[in-house]
């Protein structure tokens, strides 16, 4: 299985666009993200454009400390500082 990693995208649309279009063209079977993928978590912010590229490439992965603004689990203060508990 080939496999394309993704890390530290914090909302950055076109980049990702281009790595998910090249790693396509390269035969990649499954994407994994390694964290960091967003920096907002706003509605209307570029986080949700990144999630649709993220989810339409069935990408897995794992989560960034600037993504814990996604997990449900975490307190808002932590969630306001962008870092998860561990």
């Known amino acids: 299985m080939l496999i ?16 998910l279009t090249a790693l396509r063209r390269r035969g990649v079977e499954q994407v994994v993200t ?3 993928a967003f920096d907002s978590y706003r509605r ?7 999630a649709s590229l993220l ?13 814990a603004g996604l997990s449900h689990r975490v307190s808002v203060q932590l969630r306001d500082e962008g870092r998860t508990e561990l």
């Open 55 to 67: 989810q339409e490439a069935c990408a897995i992965g794992v989560w960034g400390n600037h993504d």
């Open 44 to 50: 209307g912010e570029p986080g949700v454009e990144v």
């Open 4 to 19: 394309g990693i993704v890390t530290d995208i914090h909302d950055a649309v076109s980049p990702l666009r281009a790595a």
């Open 34 to 36: 390694l964290g960091d």
